[in-house]
């Protein structure tokens, strides 16, 4: 099942906070022209969305899927997140009356924890060591055990996920950039913004690059997977045949970049760094290059972390 516009727009209509997801600006990037003189960096500011991230868009477009179908019979909306996407299924949840639990690394970052407890919201922890992919395995074990009690989302799995980027977060680029890109640069958490957006790029333009920006396994990128380890879990959703080329990026690296946007007025958080690092990558050997990437969220979300010390 495709989740029909009429199901969003009638949402829209009758709660009109979610009428603010999406339609963010694209943000001309210069922060590295002097390096770069002939270098174009936009940016999607997905920060600006009012869960404060890029997955307002995927869990708005899965939730409406959910009220379409009428398939919670009772239960508790279930998910693991390594955060943002919890925000934004707590936040669009309380909007649409869902009762919502989240299975969520024990390291995500207090401001994210407290956002989703803030939306009433019930949050279950595990290992940090063990990463995202407890989370993800302890939620589908709740959601096998207990099926009466949940309904597992699941949005590493979700069609509705990438279709919210493919629909929405891909028009609103060739737009806003006339289409004159020559590079797309994101990174993986379920894989929907990068497989959406770039399977629409791709029908627009086939010679755009689509560039993912890989972390490293630890301590890693808070958002982004480490696929490169041989028991990481993929994103079903992810569509790797999209990729044109990998670039590694660490977090010391995404975090000078987050600093050096700060010091120049955009307070965004590590992924968004990463991109930003790996769009330099880029440039070092294609320095007329007209690159789109994303800024995911607010650097507020990392006060607790070592971000900004």
Not at 42 to 53: F, T, V, Y
Not at 148 to 168: M, P, S, T
Not at 260 to 265: E, I, S, T
Not at 270 to 279: I, R
Request: contains cysteine; glycine residues 8%; charged residues 25%.
């Amino acid at each position: 099942m495709t989740t029909k516009t009429d199901i969003l727009h009638d949402l829209t209509r009758r709660i009109p906070a979610l009428g603010l997801i999406g339609n963010t600006p694209l943000l001309e990037v210069n922060v590295l022209e002097q390096r770069f003189p002939a270098l174009s960096i936009k940016a999607k500011a997905e920060w600006m969305n009012p869960g404060g991230s890029i997955k307002d868009r995927a869990v708005f477009r899965m939730l409406a899927r959910v009220v379409e179908g009428d398939s919670l019979n009772g239960r508790r909306i279930l998910d693991s997140t390594s955060g943002n996407s919890g925000i934004a299924y707590a936040m669009i949840g309380a909007a649409l009356g869902l009762p919502v639990t989240l299975v969520v690394p024990g390291n995500a970052s207090k401001e994210r924890q407290r956002r989703i407890k803030a939306h009433g919201a019930e949050l279950i922890l595990t290992d940090p060591i063990l990463g995202y992919d407890e989370a993800m395995r302890q939620a589908h074990e709740l959601a096998d055990v207990y099926p009466e009690k949940y309904l597992l989302v699941d949005q590493y799995a979700n069609d509705a996920n990438w279709q919210a980027h493919y629909h929405g977060t891909a028009e609103e680029i060739l737009r806003q950039s006339n289409g004159e890109i020559t590079h797309f640069i994101a990174g993986v958490g379920t894989g929907g913004t990068l497989t959406g957006i770039a399977k629409r790029l791709k029908e627009y333009d086939p010679s755009i690059k689509i560039v993912q920006a890989m972390p490293d396994d630890f301590p890693g990128i808070e958002g982004l997977k480490p696929l490169r380890a041989p028991d990481a879990i993929r994103p079903q959703i992810f569509n790797e045949v999209l990729v044109d080329e990998v670039v590694d990026v660490n977090i010391d690296e995404a975090a000078d970049h987050c600093q050096l946007l700060a010091r120049n007025g955009v307070f965004v958080g590590q992924s968004s760094g990463a991109n930003l690092a790996v769009a330099a990558k880029v440039a070092e050997r294609e320095p007329n290059a007209k690159i789109v990437t994303i800024f995911a969220d607010t650097g507020e979300r990392y006060y607790s972390t070592s971000l900004w010390d």
